[in-house]
């Protein structure tokens, strides 16, 4: 099917900077959107920015103007970069991918997560 594996969190004073990265692979036929999500403990996992096959993008107000999601379509790539972060920043950022795989249904595949952590 499709595999989806995150890179690039860790920690990070406030007002820095973070970069993401995730690549799908495996029997992929055509990949529609690519998404970051993150969720902290207690609170449901929640949608930070989107684009989808013909690259509009959709970022939610706490992060616009901050976080900036961009696609290599050719890579099957997506990277999420972050600036002036804050504490509230702080999450297991995920990578979800939208996704006809060869021989199956679509469907969203997720990565197993990277953590953010912003703190001083």
């Known amino acids: 099917q499709v595999h989806v594996v995150e890179s690039g969190g860790g920690l990070v004073q406030p007002g820095g900077s973070l970069r993401l990265s995730c690549a799908a692979s495996?029997?992929?036929?055509?990949?529609?959107?690519m998404g970051w999500y993150r969720q902290v403990p207690g609170k449901q996992r929640e949608v930070v920015a989107a684009i989808n096959g013909g690259g509009s993008t959709t970022y939610a107000d706490s992060v616009k103007g901050r976080f900036t999601i961009s696609r290599d379509s050719a890579k099957n790539t997506v990277v999420l970069q972050m600036n002036s972060l804050k504490s509230e920043d702080t999450a297991v950022y995920y990578c979800?991918?939208?996704?006809?795989?060869?021989?199956?249904?679509?469907?969203?595949?997720w990565g197993q997560g990277t953590q953010v952590t912003v703190s001083s």
């Open positions: 495996g029997n992929i036929f055509v990949i529609n959107a």
């Open positions: 979800k991918v939208g996704a006809y795989a060869v021989g199956y249904a679509p469907r969203d595949y």
